[in-house]
């Protein structure tokens, strides 16, 4: 069988990443700058735009994979990036909203290779930012005159939802000793995948596309979401620090359950009974407790299911995005951007 990368070649990820940053950075910031000062300087910093004084810095602003899904689904039912410029901020905007949060609620010290913003301006300051960007996104998208505003404002709302729902699971996850990988599911796609899925739609209804294309790119996201995060937790236990900007561990310092840890916790094998004792634990845990519980994580075959359900998730992302009869050009751009998501380096 004939993959879109074969019939079509387009611009490589990294170049579509790129082109989506020039495109919808400036609009982004725009929209940022409208902010109240107090609020602004926690999120430029935030977007690695300004240093803790406010001094502009050129630091990272994360890979902008949301945006450039959004722009790439507006040209997969015929219609023109720019027309979706608007959903693409809208989406980057509620993305790091949720990041803002994220980062507090999981007392992570490093985002992007800096100190997070919650440990620069404090726990108060960046939720209140966080919420000012989601605030933000929603005023952008009634803002834009887009004859899918509305539509688009219900499917974004109804994104949100679910994202929140899914992060409320992952923080009551921690004080329990009973979770399972169905409900560790249902977790990530909400806190995970109801974005991604909500960008490719959005992108796809601020494009012009038919309510079948909609929703073909909508479970595209969807599917590409998951598989996200199922690559995403494994760069939490696995990942490189200099890839990710994180330390290494850092999801089992947190005593996070996360999909291969509780698939691991399920397995019913001895290295995840041993698993269990180790998360029982009250102090925190050492290094050496640690390099176990990854080692313990591995032999209990969470990793390998991990990687293969990303890779199955992948499949199938990439069967509703044929469905959905892009382009060839833009299939393969999507088929690229969709395989650097779901394999990066861990």
Partial sequence: MTTVEERATGRSAPEVLSWSRDTVGPALRAAVDGLPPSMGRVAGYHF???????????????????????????????????????????????????????????????????????????????????????????????????DAAQPGLR?????????????????????RDDVDVAECVRMA??????????????????????????EHLGAFGQHL???????????????????????????????????????????????GRQLGELYAHDAPLTAPELARAADLIDRAGARTWSQNQAHDLLGRALDRLGAAGPTDRVAAELGGLARLVTRRDH
Avoid at 129 to 139: E, I
């Fill in 48 to 146: 690695g735009w300004c240093d803790e004084r406010g001094e502009p810095d050129d630091a990272s602003s994360g890979k902008a994979i949301r945006p450039a899904l959004v722009l790439l689904m507006a040209e997969a039912v015929g219609g023109g990036g720019a027309t979706a410029v608007p959903a693409a901020v809208a989406v980057e905007l509620v993305h790091n909203f949720s990041l803002l949060h994220d980062d507090v609620m999981d007392r992570d010290v490093t985002r992007r290779h800096r100190p997070t913003a919650w440990t620069v301006f404090g726990i108060g300051p960046a939720i209140l930012a966080g919420d000012a960007l989601n605030t933000l996104a929603f005023d952008v998208l009634a803002a834009s005159g887009h």
């Fill in 189 to 214: 796609e909400g806190k995970t995948a109801a974005l991604l899925g909500a960008s490719c739609a959005l992108g796809a209804l601020f494009g012009g596309g038919r309510p079948d294309q909609v």
């Fill in 155 to 175: 499917m974004l709302a109804a994104a949100v939802q679910n994202l929140v729902e899914g992060q409320f699971a992952d923080v009551a996850f921690e004080q």
């Fill in 225 to 271: 979401g998951l598989a996200f995060q199922f690559v995403d937790d494994l760069l939490g236990i696995w990942g490189d620090p200099a890839v990710t900007g994180k330390p290494v561990y850092s999801d089992l310092q947190n005593r996070k359950k996360s999909l291969p840890v509780v698939a691991a916790l399920s397995s019913g094998t001895d290295e």
